[in-house]
């Protein structure tokens, strides 16, 4: 009985050490925006240890919400960056987990459904001009060229297409949360930074559309479709 109880504690003990070493490594810049960490046999040879040993501390950086499950074994870390908005009445906001994400891209469905509205009601040539530049730029993206500015300058174009200088101010200040969340969604599906999803062209088109056509009820419409499969597009392993 004794050694039975030594044993569990030595197990205890070491998948302790091992969760410190985990932890230690993911202190590494090259994890600051997330990533894919490798099979967890490879992981255990790394460490020295046995696979339910491994687990043991793997369970424990679950529960802390540093790393998330996906495509079964897989283990995914999750993006941990301390980004200060800009402005000063909301210091302090971070992006650290999916929880953090999905609160994120809520405020935006809001943000930015308006602007859809407000900036097809308005039905600004000059407004509208600067939405057709941002889809062409992203449409003709030079390959190894990012997305994410690309996309980012569609939904401020849209945004400063309402005349409303509010819109872009406030999207203004999440610039470096959406890059974050973008980024990590693209880890998690293992897409290229260049890659252009054909879903979002489409969803953008739909937008810029609404948009032309002066009619706010679709503008707010498509923009909110295309908000909700920004969420699945992140927490869904098949989105594209």
Known sequence: MDEIIQQTRAVKDLSSHVLARLEAMLEAPAWQG??????EAELAR?????????????????????????????NFVQPRADVVPS?????????????DMK???RF????????AEDAARL??????????????????????????????????????????????FALGTMRNQIKLMMEFTRK?????????????VEEHQRVLEAIKAGDPVQAHEVMS????QSVIRLLVEDGT
């Open 188 to 200: 998690l599906q293992e897409r290229p930074p260049d890659q252009v999803a054909p879903r979002v």
């Open 108 to 115: 935006r469905q809001v943000v930015e459904c308006a602007a």
């Open 34 to 39: 997330g990533g894919r960490l490798p099979p």
């Open 103 to 105: 609160r994120c891209m």
């Open 123 to 168: 039905c600004d040539l000059e407004g509208i001009r600067g939405v057709e530049e941002a889809h062409r730029r992203m449409l003709t993206l030079p390959p190894g060229e990012g997305v994410f500015e690309a996309d980012f300058a569609f939904h401020m174009a849209v945004a400063q297409a309402t005349r409303n200088p509010y819109f872009p």
């Open 46 to 74: 790394q460490f020295g240890v046995s696979r339910p040993v491994l687990r043991k501390a793997l369970v424990k950086m679950r529960d802390a919400g540093r790393i998330i499950s996906r495509r079964g074994s897989a």
């Open 87 to 99: 402005a000063a009445d909301i210091q302090g906001l971070s992006i650290q987990t999916v929880f």
């Open 225 to 228: 479709f295309h908000m909700k």
